[in-house]
């Protein structure tokens, strides 16, 4: 059974950067045909792609946010990170990782997510 | 970016009675390779979401056969045949056809 779990600080200050890592468990980030996404749910709101990593490394950002976010990955620790650079208050929310499978795979849609870290911008 | 419009919002329904929702894309969702890449997924309080429904109409492992979707280029619904109490929560459609990933605003299912 794969697991993620987030973790990172809940409260960063106005145009800090915003630092989170998904941890993997069950499987790994390098196995072919997965890629690794974060999505976020500010409070009362709904949900906003943030971007994915691949098995390769390769990255997706969504335009929307893509001047300031950052995806990474660590094989090696089997996880993988979001930076989000000059937060502001509209940056708050609960943040999502989770794997999804490409359109090689039948299940082609993001299976497992992490169970959410909300992270508060405030001075 | 693709405008996913869920309709209704919310949905109080009676224990044992149908719900409901319907999806709406602002284009096709057909992906080149064929797929239509539509999801529907369920958040309940205080639990990760929860993979529903993927390429429309396949239930995910573990999901009851009382969750049933369907639809087809813009158009798409997601029916529970009875709902039951542990039903309650925000239902999202998603689409993974374009990106970035876009989601519908959610319709809250609750019991009446």
């Known amino acids: 059974q794969v697991q993620l779990q987030e973790s990172g600080p809940g409260l960063v200050k106005p145009t800090q950067t915003l630092s989170l890592t998904c941890i993997v468990s069950?499987?790994?980030?390098?196995?072919?045909?997965?890629?690794w996404n974060w999505i976020r749910q500010p409070p009362g709101e709904g949900l906003e792609y943030i971007g994915y990593?691949?098995?390769?490394?390769?990255?997706y950002y969504n335009p929307s946010l893509k001047s300031r976010v950052t995806i990474s990955s660590d094989a090696s620790k089997n996880q993988f990170s979001l930076s989000l650079r000059s937060v502001t208050a509209a940056d708050t929310a609960l943040y999502y990782c989770?794997?999804?499978?490409?359109?090689?795979?039948?299940?082609?849609?993001?299976?497992?997510w992490g169970q959410g870290t909300l992270v508060t911008v405030s001075s | 970016d693709v405008v996913m419009t869920q309709t209704p919002l919310s949905s109080p329904v009676t224990l044992g009675q149908p719900a409901s929702i319907s999806c709406r894309s602002s284009q096709s969702l057909v992906h080149s390779d064929g797929n239509t890449y539509l999801t529907w997924l369920q958040l309940r309080p205080g639990q990760p979401p929860r993979l529903l429904i993927y390429k429309i109409s396949n239930r995910f492992s573990g999901v009851p056969d009382r969750f049933s979707g369907s639809g087809a280029g813009t158009d798409f619904t997601l029916k529970i045949s009875r709902v039951e109490a542990e039903d309650v929560g925000v239902y999202y459609c998603v689409q993974l056809t374009h990106f970035p990933w876009t989601f519908g605003q959610g319709t809250k299912v609750e019991i009446k």
């Open positions: 990593i691949s098995h390769s490394g390769s990255t």
């Open positions: 989770a794997r999804a499978g490409n359109g090689a795979l039948i299940i082609a849609a993001p299976d497992y």
């Open positions: 069950g499987g790994s980030i390098s196995t072919n045909n997965y890629y």
